[in-house]
């Protein structure tokens, strides 16, 4: 082991090995340029209406028809009909279809929701716009007791709640009737005696697969209060969808089950326990660590409250729902800091005490060691394999969809919910911190480690060690195999070979270009919508993201012109 190791420093001390593995990382960029939009299924979608004009014209439209109270706040999402993506993509024609479907006007699979809404008021309303700005439809809440200003409005037959309705609906919402039958009509008499009818429509002429398009009206008493379009899916795909999501749950579970039990009860807290006894344990970094990671997914919590907005109950109080955000993210912060920090100070300390030539992490940027080349070349390693990583998975995906015909969801880059945060480049950088920090030192250092010291003990640490990356590779893949993906065992296959790299990365030089390549590479990912999205501040977000991204190397290489390194 000990000359492995040693072999495979004085490789890496190299000039050639940094120009060809700068090469390599440049060909991996190139192949996954080419290859990222043809190996990942990508919907072609034009957003031309900002959340803020939605809103604008949410407020207009609300004005115009009465749909909310006087003075009743907004917020706004972006929408997706994912049962209606599922059902296209693999049984109602495939990824085309569904582009066709979003290209066309028949149906929008997205869309913009507006919720119009005031503490203390049941009255509320959300607003719908396609992509495109052109209105999409309303479904309006009043309130049971709510009776019609006029008495004859009160009770009305179907026939005449029928015209009243597609004549509203026609005269304020654009619809055209003309390619729907009726399908379906249900009233309900509320306690005041107000009668509420609905009405469903079906397209008679175009349909995709099984499925159908249908729109559904409602009336409350003498006035006009839903405009919804929608896709009834057959029920038997639903049935088949969710057995075979459930095939995926079941692998994810098993995972996850088995990662709790040997490294969050075997390696963490046996771990610290066993450490703290042999006062090999190093706390206090470990728990700033932590909480500096909690803190952030805290703040994200915070940022994130304008689309908290879409799930509150308007029967509290505006106070109510500030101390929950503040409450939640306290709890984020302080229960995610603490765990965060457990399973840090029991991966660091298990590899120092099993791998005793890697740098310490806790003193990878302290004065004496940030400007080595040792730490410069595992900070500058973690950077270029971001490429690698990134090509990896293009090729992967390529090959599986092309030839074997695998499925995952058709993707949307452009995310404009990104945008409604307070600081929208706070969530990409929190997550891929977490992700990076967190899975690393669970998934990567705790098995590796005690399965070195366990090895050692009984004379089989190679064994031992062999043993474990495998076994982590399993459980890695096994704990993401719940993303929507078929066959259900595809995203293990996919991690399998990533997850061995990382662990053979990890056993030569030590947790710190683990974690630089894994939050790196989610942190290209998670960004893609701040640099794909134009808005106010967008370009102070992407410069915050590309500052997050350059921290690491910034401050090795601050390190070295301060210790006249260079």
């Not at 006087?70 to 990824?95: I, P, W």
């Not at 590796?448 to 010291?453: F, G, K, V, Y």
């Not at 030590?510 to 290209?524: I, K, M, N, S, Y």
């Amino acid at each position: 082991m000990k000359d492995g190791v040693a072999a495979t420093v004085g490789l890496t001390r190299r000039p050639a090995f940094w120009i060809a593995y700068a090469g390599l990382a440049l060909i991996s960029l190139a192949i996954a340029w080419k290859l990222f939009a043809l190996a990942i299924p990508l919907v072609n979608l034009d957003i031309t209406l900002s959340r803020q004009d939605a809103i604008a014209k949410a407020e207009a439209l609300s004005a115009r028809h009465q749909l909310a109270p006087d003075g009743a706040r907004a917020a706004a999402r972006f929408s997706h009909d994912q049962s209606t993506q599922n059902y296209v993509e693999l049984e109602g024609g495939g990824k085309p279809a569904f582009a066709q479907l979003v290209a066309g006007t028949i149906y929008a699979p997205y869309w913009w929701e507006v919720r119009l809404f005031a503490a203390g008021e049941v009255t509320e309303s959300i607003v719908r716009f396609r992509p495109d700005g052109t209105a999409y439809g309303f479904a309006k809440r009043v309130p049971e007791l709510s009776v019609p200003a006029d008495p004859a409005g009160l009770v009305l037959d179907a026939l005449s709640a029928r015209r009243l309705a597609e004549g509203r609906a026609r005269d304020a919402w654009a619809v055209d009737f003309s390619p729907f039958r009726l399908l379906e009509q249900t009233q309900q008499t509320r306690r005041t005696g107000r009668v509420d009818h609905l009405f469903i429509y079906e397209r008679t002429a175009q349909t995709i697969g099984e499925a159908r398009f249908r729109l559904r009206i409602g009336v409350s008493g003498d006035e006009l209060t839903e405009v919804t379009w929608y896709v009834h899916i057959p029920e038997s795909f639903d049935r088949r969808f969710e057995e075979l999501r459930s095939a995926n749950n079941t692998i994810a579970g098993i995972a996850s089950l088995s990662a709790g039990v040997l490294y969050g009860l075997g390696g963490c807290l046996l771990g610290v326990l066993w450490l703290l006894r042999a006062h090999w344990l190093q706390w206090r970094p470990a728990l700033a660590a932590g909480f500096i990671v909690g803190a952030l997914m805290g703040a994200t919590t915070l940022a994130n409250t304008p689309a908290a907005w879409f799930g509150f109950d308007t029967a509290q109080s505006v106070t109510t729902f500030w101390l929950r955000q503040a409450g939640v993210a306290l709890v984020v912060t302080l229960g995610g800091g603490l765990g965060y920090a457990l399973v840090f100070m029991a991966a660091e300390s298990l590899s120092r005490r099993a791998f005793p030539q890697h740098p310490q992490l806790w003193r990878a940027w302290s004065r004496d060691a940030a400007p080595t080349k040792q730490i410069l070349g595992r900070t500058l390693g973690g950077y270029l394999f971001v490429s690698v990583q990134l090509a990896m998975i293009a090729v992967f995906y390529y090959a599986t969809n092309r030839w074997l015909g695998w499925w995952q969801p058709s993707e949307s880059l452009t995310d404009p919910n990104i945008l409604g945060s307070f600081v929208p480049a706070l969530a990409p950088i929190a997550m891929s911190l977490q992700a990076g920090f967190m899975e690393e030192s669970l998934f990567r250092a705790v098995p590796l480690a005690l399965a070195a010291i366990v090895g050692a003990r009984f004379g089989k640490r190679g064994l031992a060690i062999g043993i474990a990356v495998v076994i982590q590779a399993l459980i890695f893949g096994g704990a993401h195999a719940n993303y929507p993906g078929f066959p259900s065992y595809s995203r293990p296959v996919e991690l399998i070979v990533p997850s061995v790299l990382w662990a053979l990365i990890f056993l030569r030089f030590g947790l710190l270009p683990t974690v630089l390549l894994h939050a790196l590479f989610d942190l290209a990912l998670f960004a893609i919508p701040v640099f794909l999205v134009d808005a106010p501040g967008s370009t102070l977000q992407r410069a915050l993201i590309i500052a997050a991204a350059l921290v690491p190397l910034a401050v090795v290489l601050a390190r070295r012109w301060r210790a006249g390194a260079w």
